[in-house]
Each structure stands twice: as structure tokens, then as C-alpha cells.
Nanobody, 116 residues
Framework: QVQLVESGGGLVQAGGSLRLSCAASGLTFSSSPMDWFRQAPGKEREFVATISWSGGVTYYTDSVKGRFTISRDNAKNTMYLQMNSLKPEDTAVYFC?????????WGKGTQVTVAS
């Protein structure tokens, strides 16, 4: 059974930085692609970034390119999202997902609030 726990969210001023972590349990982490999604109040959940199982391939939604960096440490079963130059429109609950062969797993999310 896979469990994902996000951490690192909080309140930050515009232009600031945060680093989110996603700690995974289970035996599938090192072989699974992983994603970050976010959901702002009153909006649908949206894709933010993805990383391949090895970490060698990453992809970002246009609105965060050049500001966010996704990475992973398979030895620690942890994925990260470094967020720089934060904007008020980045305010959302951020979720991590693990896409295994059998199903996708989701964490419960961590709140990021960017004050203007």
C-alpha cells in the first residue's frame, strides 16, 4: 500500500521561495513516475510538474517554467518541488501523486499561500 505525505507548505510573500516535499511509503516509489498538482480555491485541480522514475525527465506547466523545479531522491523515497519567485496566483493546495502500474495514489495536500 502506498501512502504519500506532503509537507513544506506555508505562507510566503510574493517573490519568496518554498520547498515542498512528498514522502512516500511502499516499495514502488523508485520505479514510478511522480507528479505535482495544485488546486486553488474555486478552481479545478491542475497539473504542475512531472518527473520520470529515474529523475531524468521532467516537464512543467507553462505558468511555472523557470520558477519551479521538480526533483526526487529515490534513496529517501522523497520527491521535491522547489518553488521560487512565487506569485499570488500560485496560492493553492499542492498534491503529489505516484503513478504505479496498478493505480494512481494521491497525498492529502499541503497549503501554499502567497501574499501580495
Amino acid at each position: 500500500q502506498v501512502q504519500l505525505v506532503e509537507s513544506g507548505g506555508g505562507l510566503v510573500q510574493a517573490g519568496g521561495s518554498l520547498r515542498l516535499s512528498c514522502a512516500a511509503s511502499g516499495l514502488t516509489f523508485s520505479s514510478s513516475p511522480m507528479d505535482w498538482f495544485r488546486q486553488a480555491p474555486g478552481k479545478e485541480r491542475e497539473f504542475v510538474a512531472t518527473i520520470s522514475w529515474s529523475g531524468g525527465v521532467t516537464y512543467y506547466t507553462d505558468s511555472v517554467k523557470g520558477r519551479f523545479t521538480i526533483s526526487r531522491d529515490n534513496a529517501k523515497n522523497t520527491m521535491y518541488l522547489q518553488m521560487n519567485s512565487l506569485k499570488p496566483e500560485d496560492t493553492a493546495v499542492y498534491f503529489c501523486t505516484e503513478r504505479t502500474d496498478s493505480k494512481d495514489y494521491w497525498g492529502k495536500g499541503t497549503q501554499v499561500t502567497v501574499a501580495s
